[in-house]
């Protein structure tokens, strides 16, 4: 059983990058503690003292932390410089952010930790227009074409790309649409056959992002719905040709 300590009364990691957190209030400042070195980080807190009444806050940017890949920190009360941190204990925590790279967790033992991942590979989406010919995905990073893949991993359709500053956009129109019998998912990629990148949304901070941001639908010239965007629960831009 854990010795009396401090333990959190809210955390999260709300925007992707900010670690927001509360305990009771008690001497001394929160910091970051790297598990495999055991050096202490406090970075810039970004709450007033008297902001939060009864509590010692923190709202730390976390990536200001200078370190790269995978990395660990345990959450830590320093209350002065000849004292061993007290390490901050936590209850359950939420299910990871699915792309947010920054997650909270915990050890085996209640140790609230924050964790930063390495993300697969993939293409943000930086802007969702809906125009006259269909709705225009613009995207990061480069790539000639922007493809709709089945299940088999096969495009179900192909769209050339135009380039612009450090990003590519490409218009889904219902024309080019296939034919289906039933609702065929897929996937949105960009880049070339053997070499395609998922689409990702930027900075997610939903642990539902296909309920909490909802994207426009593409209709053909009846105004029948033939293509539904979705994100999947990983935060991956996904479509759904309509049968």
């Known amino acids: 059983m854990r010795s009396a300590g401090p333990v959190a009364a809210f955390a999260g990691i709300l925007d992707g990058r900010r670690l ?6 008690a001497p001394g400042f929160l910091a970051l503690r790297a598990t495999g070195s055991g050096d202490v980080v406090a970075p810039a807190n ?3 003292p008297e902001d939060q009444p009864g509590y010692r806050a923190a ?7 200078t370190d790269e890949g995978e990395t660990t920190y345990d959450v830590v009360l320093v209350r002065g410089r000849h ?13 990871p952010r699915p792309g947010a790279g920054w997650r909270v ?6 140790v609230l930790q924050v964790r930063r991942e390495t993300p697969p590979e993939a293409a943000e989406l930086r802007a969702v227009e809906v125009t006259d010919a269909g709705v225009r995905l613009t995207v990061t990073g480069t790539g000639t074409t922007l493809a709709l893949l089945g299940d088999d991993e ?12 450090d990003s590519v956009s490409a218009v889904l129109d219902a024309g080019s649409l296939p034919e289906v019998a039933a609702d065929l ?12 990148r998922p689409v990702r949304r930027r900075a997610n901070d939903l ?6 941001a909802p994207l426009p639908a593409v209709a053909d010239d009846d105004e029948r719905e033939r293509l539904r965007l979705r994100w999947s629960p990983r935060a991956l831009l996904r479509a759904v040709v309509v049968g």
Do not use: K
């Open 20 to 25: 927001w957190l509360a305990i009771d209030d």
């Open 154 to 165: 096969q495009p179900v359709l192909t769209v050339p790309t135009t380039t612009g500053d």
């Open 46 to 48: 970004e709450v007033p």
């Open 83 to 95: 004292r061993r941190p007290q390490p901050v204990h936590a209850g359950p925590v939420e299910p």
């Open 185 to 196: 998912g897929t996937q949105v990629v960009v880049g070339e056959p053997g070499a395609w």
């Open 207 to 212: 642990a539902d992002p296909g309920r909490g």
């Open 59 to 65: 709202r730390f940017d976390l990536s200001a932390l």
């Open 105 to 110: 967790g915990r050890t085996d033992d209640g």
